[in-house]
């Protein structure tokens, strides 16, 4: 399946959307990266991606509906980054569902949301931890993309590292104990789905492993 639509990728300037952006636009698609931080831009274009600048915190639905227009997908890459439960929320789940909305909006066909291994209403954070805003934040989102009309996939990578990867992981039961997930194996299984409709409706929850992605994503 080829994509022959342009994609836009939310949260343009993390190391995992870097990624995506050179894999995708080395096999030709048009992509383009939403970044807050003009001063950002030339590294998306050094990753083969037109830049777009938008505070996605701040837009409504109707001003993120101008973002993501004439796009086949959107791939939700965006993260508030920790540290301030109010900026969490803000951005991990009232962005991203104001995004998802967008989409429907403007008739987006596919949603990729980079969510995390674990992710859902049965986080199993426990209120005083850090990292309880995000588990909530994230399980809202990912709960109204299910609901959404969006051909949508949700991939929960296990802890993100920047070692070498990308063209194995592992699923199920094969997963590292660890949960150890390569960025650049995170890249390689967002442009993997967006051209494979297997895929679509499906939560696929990964580490680094020693299964070719391709053959990985065939596995329910």
């Given at each position: 399946m080829?994509?022959?639509?342009?994609?836009t990728?939310i949260?343009?300037?993390?190391?995992?959307a870097?990624?995506?952006?050179?894999?995708?636009?080395?096999?030709?698609?048009?992509?383009?990266?939403?970044i807050?931080n003009?001063?950002?831009?030339?590294?998306?274009r050094?990753?083969?991606?037109?830049?777009?600048?938008?505070?996605?915190?701040?837009?409504?639905?109707?001003?993120?509906?101008?973002?993501?227009?004439?796009?086949?997908?959107?791939?939700?890459?965006?993260?508030?980054?920790?540290?301030?439960?109010?900026?969490?929320?803000?951005?991990?789940?009232?962005?991203?569902?104001?995004?998802?909305?967008?989409?429907?909006?403007?008739?987006?066909?596919?949603?990729?949301?980079?969510s995390?291994?674990?992710?859902?209403?049965?986080?199993?954070?426990?209120e005083?931890?850090?990292?309880?805003?995000?588990?909530?934040?994230?399980?809202?989102?990912?709960?109204?993309?299910?609901?959404?009309?969006?051909?949508?996939?949700?991939?929960?990578?296990?802890?993100?590292?920047?070692?070498?990867?990308?063209?194995?992981?592992?699923?199920?039961?094969?997963?590292?104990?660890?949960?150890?997930?390569?960025?650049?194996a995170?890249?390689?299984?967002?442009?993997?789905?967006?051209?494979?409709?297997?895929?679509?409706?499906?939560?696929?929850?990964?580490?680094?492993?020693?299964?070719?992605?391709?053959?990985?994503?065939?596995?329910?």
């Amino acid at each position: 399946m080829s994509i022959d639509r342009p994609v836009t990728i939310i949260g343009g300037h993390g190391k995992v959307a870097l990624r995506a952006a050179r894999i995708l636009s080395d096999a030709g698609a048009e992509v383009r990266s939403v970044i807050r931080n003009p001063d950002h831009a030339d590294d998306i274009r050094a990753a083969g991606a037109t830049p777009v600048v938008a505070d996605v915190e701040k837009l409504d639905v109707e001003g993120l509906r101008e973002v993501v227009r004439d796009s086949g997908s959107v791939v939700w890459s965006a993260g508030a980054g920790g540290g301030n439960p109010d900026r969490t929320y803000a951005v991990d789940r009232d962005a991203a569902i104001r995004s998802m909305d967008a989409s429907v909006a403007e008739g987006v066909e596919r949603y990729v949301m980079v969510s995390y291994d674990g992710a859902g209403p049965d986080h199993g954070v426990s209120e005083d931890n850090a990292f309880f805003p995000y588990a909530e934040a994230k399980a809202a989102a990912d709960a109204h993309l299910r609901e959404s009309d969006l051909q949508w996939t949700i991939l929960g990578p296990g802890a993100l590292t920047d070692e070498p990867g990308g063209e194995t992981i592992a699923l199920g039961a094969d997963k590292r104990e660890d949960r150890a997930t390569s960025r650049d194996a995170v890249a390689e299984v967002i442009a993997a789905v967006l051209r494979r409709p297997d895929t679509v409706r499906r939560t696929i929850e990964f580490s680094d492993g020693d299964t070719p992605i391709g053959e990985a994503l065939t596995r329910d």
